[in-house]
T-cell receptor, first 114, second 111 residues
């Protein structure tokens, strides 16, 4: 079975400060990891993915994420947050080769104050 | 290039009724997945269709069924609606192991 935990319901940061959104996962095979963002009344928008290779992956809008196999974590980071980054962020995992589905965390609401 | 499109955007039904939701995948995508997102929760996987067959199913009752057509578009059908079926229903498409791309969803409200 696969699962994702996002331990923080909410993250609040000031504009210009670093932003980190935490994610840990559990899979029986190999993880294929994703971050998505959701704005109000919209679907999920893909930010970045990790399947293999460099542990630091770069994605859209200046976001990056660090894969840590020993800690089974995949934290999302942005060096300098913008007010427009305020949204709901979801971490997801696919257990390769056992599953086709994505399993999502409960989400983290990010608020960036001006 | 149109992304994933879903229809309708909003729907109101009463308990016991049946509903059909529709999804057109992003151009070039051949695989469609459906998710249910209840208020304040992450999306939950319902099922995935590939080559017009249900390839994997999540933990949802048989009241939830689907179909994929030769043009890769898909339908989600829910019978005997319950109050608990009120949610945002998301369709996602992909090809191969590429990331899933999501539509904006159908907001289903059950009265």
């Amino acid at each position: 079975a696969q699962s994702v935990a996002q331990p923080e319901d909410q993250v609040n940061v000031a504009e210009g400060n670093p932003l980190t959104v935490k994610c840990t996962y559990s899979v029986s095979g190999n993880p294929y990891l994703f971050w998505y963002v959701q704005y109000p009344n919209r679907g999920l928008q893909f930010l970045l993915k990790y399947i293999t290779g460099d542990n630091l992956v770069k994605g859209s809008y200046g976001f990056e994420a660090e894969f840590n196999k020993s800690q089974t974590s995949f934290h999302l980071k942005k060096p300098s947050a913008l007010v427009s980054d305020s949204a709901l962020y979801f971490c997801a995992v696919r257990d390769i080769p056992n599953d086709y589905k994505l399993s999502f965390g409960a989400g983290t609401t990010v608020t960036v104050r001006a | 290039d149109a992304g994933v499109t879903q229809s309708p955007t909003h729907l109101i039904k009463t308990r016991g009724q049946q509903v059909t939701l529709r999804c057109s995948p992003k151009s070039g995508h051949d695989t469609v997945s459906w998710y249910q997102q209840a208020l304040g929760q992450g999306p939950q996987f319902i099922f995935q269709y590939y080559e017009e067959e249900e390839r994997q199913r999540g933990n949802f009752p048989d009241r939830f069924s689907g179909h994929q057509f030769p043009n890769y578009s898909s339908e989600l059908n829910v019978n005997a609606l319950l109050l608990g079926d009120s949610a945002l229903y998301l369709c996602a498409s992909q090809t191969g192991n590429q990331p899933q791309h999501f539509g904006d969803g159908t907001r289903l409200s059950i009265l």
